[in-house]
């Protein structure tokens, strides 16, 4: 029998050339999720239940991942781990290193310079599986 059951977050790896305007990135994620929320499209996900990963852009190599806080630091407990706000609204998390294969089954929607390269609504479900 399946069962199936509705995920609790969202995974996302985000190629960045530049870690100066990781502020802005986090708002844009909130309000995009928000708009998409509003538009009945389905997304029930917020901001902070989005594990945001960076990776540079040139080299694959992981850089971090996003703070879900608006305020960095915010003097929250996540926020004294060390290393954590050295570059602001990059989380470091304390014991993390990501699996070499990190990006191995990542589908990736959109490359720059080529552009759209697949659809998340084009993504087999759980049912098509």
């Not at 990501?98 to 049912?127: K, Q």
């Amino acid at each position: 029998m399946l069962s199936l059951h509705e995920c609790g977050d969202l995974d996302l790896v985000v190629w960045i050339e530049s870690q100066h305007r990781l502020g802005e990135l986090r708002r844009v994620r909130d309000l995009i999720l928000k708009k998409a929320f509003e538009a009945g499209l389905g997304i029930s996900v917020v901001g902070h239940q989005v594990d945001t990963f960076l990776v540079e852009a040139e080299s694959d190599r992981y850089a971090g991942r996003l703070c879900k806080f608006a305020q960095c630091p915010k003097g929250k407990r996540d926020c004294l781990t060390p290393g954590c706000g050295t570059i602001a609204f990059n989380k470091v998390i304390e014991g993390f290193s990501p699996d070499e294969d990190l990006l191995g089954s990542a589908v990736v929607l959109y490359r720059r310079g080529s552009g759209i390269v697949s659809r998340a609504i084009d993504l087999p479900t759980v049912l098509e599986a």
